[in-house]
C-alpha cells in the first residue's frame, strides 16, 4: 500500500484524484488546494481524505511516500522541487517543466536520492495507442512513411501556455512511444489570433523528422469548430486511422496502399498498382486510460514495472517544444535536436 498525497484539484486533479482513490495498492492520504470552495467541493466526495490548503502539510507528512502534482505548468518545477526535496515519489502532470533545465534538474534531484518521477503523458497508457504499437510491432502497417495528427477543437485557451506546450505534448510522447525512437528534427508555424496582446500561439503546425526519414505532421488548435483527435498512419503495407473521440470504432486498419512493379524495362511499362482491401476494426479495451496510468506510476514505486513515461521521457518532449517554439519565432526554420537517446 502507497501513501499518495494530491496536490491540485482544479481541472485535471479531480480525475487523477478519483483513480488513484479507487486503487487497491494507494491510500488517497491527503489533497491539499489553495482554493478553499474548490477543495471542500472535491473533498465531499472523499470524507476520509485529510482536506488542506498548506501543501506542506503533504510534504512534511513522513508517512505519504508518493505525491502528485496536478497545478499549473509554471508551478511544476517549484513544486516537484519540494516533493523530490522532501522525499517523495513524483508525479508531475504534462509538460513536465516550462524549460528542459528545469526538468534536467528535477531528474537530477531524483536520481540522488533514488526517487522516481512519472510524467502524465497519458496517451502511453491508452488502449488504443497500445493496439496500435501492437498492430506496428507485428508488422501490419509495415514501414511506417508518416503520420498526420490533428487535435483540434474551440478553447480551453490558456493564459501562461501556446497551444504547443497545451496540446502537443500528448502527441510527441505518443510518436516517441510507438517509434521507439527520438525526432532528430523539429519546424514549426504558429499564429496569435485571440491574444495576439500576450503573444500566445493559438494555432499551430508542428514537423517533425524521425530516423529513417519518418515523418509526422501535428496540428493543434484552440480554434477550431469541431474537436477533432484524430491521427491517420500510412505504412508500407497498410493504413490506420486512430480517431480519439469515436466511441465504438477508435481504431480503423485499412488494406490499401500503393506498389510498384518491380521490373520494368521502359517508361511505358512503368505503373502504380493501387490496393483496396478490406477495413478492419479492432477491439479495443474500455479500461480508462487514466487507471492504467496511475496504476503504472505505483508499480514502478513497488518495483514491479519499469517507468514508461520517465522524467527522462518528460524532458525529451519539453525538448522538442522548445525546439518547435524557437521554429515558429523563426518563420518555421528548422531545429536540429539532440535528445541524448
Request: net charge negative.
Amino acid at each position: 500500500m502507497v501513501n499518495v498525497g494530491v496536490i491540485g484539484c482544479g481541472y485535471w486533479g479531480p480525475n487523477l484524484i478519483r483513480n488513484f482513490n479507487s486503487l487497491p495498492d494507494a491510500n488517497l492520504k491527503t489533497i491539499a488546494d489553495l482554493d478553499e470552495k474548490r477543495l471542500a467541493q472535491v473533498g465531499l466526495l472523499y470524507p476520509n481524505t485529510v482536506k488542506t490548503t498548506d501543501h506542506r502539510e503533504i510534504l512534511d507528512d513522513p508517512e505519504i511516500e508518493a505525491v502528485v502534482v496536478a497545478t499549473p505548468m509554471s508551478t511544476h518545477f517549484p513544486l516537484g522541487s519540494e516533493v523530490l526535496e522532501a522525499g517523495k515519489h513524483l508525479f508531475l502532470e504534462k509538460p513536465m517543466a516550462t524549460n528542459s533545465d528545469d526538468c534536467r534538474r528535477l531528474n537530477e534531484m531524483a536520481a540522488e536520492r533514488g526517487l522516481q518521477i512519472m510524467v502524465g503523458h497519458t496517451f502511453v497508457y491508452t488502449p488504443a495507442v497500445r493496439k496500435i504499437k501492437e498492430l506496428m510491432d507485428a508488422g501490419e502497417l509495415g514501414d511506417v512513411y508518416y503520420v498526420n495528427i490533428s487535435r483540434v477543437n474551440l478553447g480551453i485557451f490558456q493564459k501562461d501556455a501556446n497551444v504547443v506546450w497545451d496540446l502537443a505534448p500528448h502527441d510527441v510522447a505518443m510518436l516517441n512511444y510507438l517509434f521507439q525512437a527520438d525526432p532528430v528534427r523539429v519546424s514549426a508555424n504558429g499564429r496569435c489570433y485571440v491574444q495576439r496582446d500576450r503573444g500566445i500561439e493559438d494555432v499551430a503546425f508542428v514537423n517533425l523528422e524521425y530516423p529513417g526519414g519518418r515523418m509526422a505532421n501535428i496540428h493543434v488548435s484552440w480554434l477550431d469548430p469541431n474537436k477533432i483527435r484524430t491521427c491517420t498512419f500510412v505504412g508500407s503495407r497498410k493504413m490506420l486511422v486512430y480517431d480519439d473521440v469515436s466511441q465504438s470504432e477508435k481504431i480503423r486498419l485499412y488494406d490499401k496502399g500503393v506498389d510498384v512493379q518491380p521490373h520494368y524495362r521502359d517508361y511505358g511499362e512503368f505503373q502504380l498498382l493501387y490496393r483496396s482491401g478490406d477495413i478492419y476494426v479492432p477491439r479495443i479495451d474500455t479500461v480508462e486510460p487514466l487507471k492504467i496510468e496511475t496504476q503504472h506510476f505505483l508499480d514502478v514505486i513497488i518495483g514491479r514495472e519499469t517507468n514508461l513515461s520517465s522524467g527522462r521521457e518528460g524532458e525529451k518532449v519539453v525538448k522538442v517544444l522548445e525546439g518547435a517554439c524557437r521554429s515558429i519565432a523563426n518563420d518555421g526554420l528548422p531545429v536540429d535536436l539532440d535528445l541524448g537517446g
